[in-house]
């Protein structure tokens, strides 16, 4: 079993910046893949970013050059750097990770980030 823990979601103003974080904990889990998901109100959840745990990356095209996703494999923790928000960005962000012990996949509560003035 593993438990997700986000946290640095909140209200911004359009050009600002968040960090999001996600910690992973439990037992006997292995994982190889970390993401980030989002979901905007009315619209299906779309991935925004991945990061492997050699690190590699992935981002979707409407983010690129604008986020960064990075991990500390020690703390189990994946990070996702938000610079330059724009309102469209507005939805609530889950992260993702897959365990390869048990072929499981494993949500965060999610966090809202909203970017308005």
């Known amino acids: 079993q593993v438990q997700l823990v986000e946290s640095g979601g909140g209200l911004v103003q359009p050009g600002g910046s968040l960090r999001l974080s996600c910690a992973a904990s439990g037992s006997n889990f292995r994982i190889r893949t970390m993401a980030w998901y989002r979901q905007a109100p009315g619209k299906q959840r779309e991935l925004v970013a991945t990061?492997?745990?050699?690190?590699?990356?992935n981002y979707a095209d409407s983010v690129k050059g604008r986020f960064t996703i990075s991990r500390d494999n020690g703390k189990n923790t994946v990070y996702l750097q938000m610079n330059s928000l724009k309102p469209e960005d507005t939805a609530v962000y889950y992260c993702?990770?897959?365990?390869?012990?048990?072929?499981?996949?494993?949500w965060g509560q999610g966090t809202q980030v909203t970017v308005s003035s």
């Open positions: 990061i492997t745990n050699s690190g590699r990356t």
């Open positions: 993702n990770v897959f365990d390869v012990l048990t072929l499981l996949n494993y």
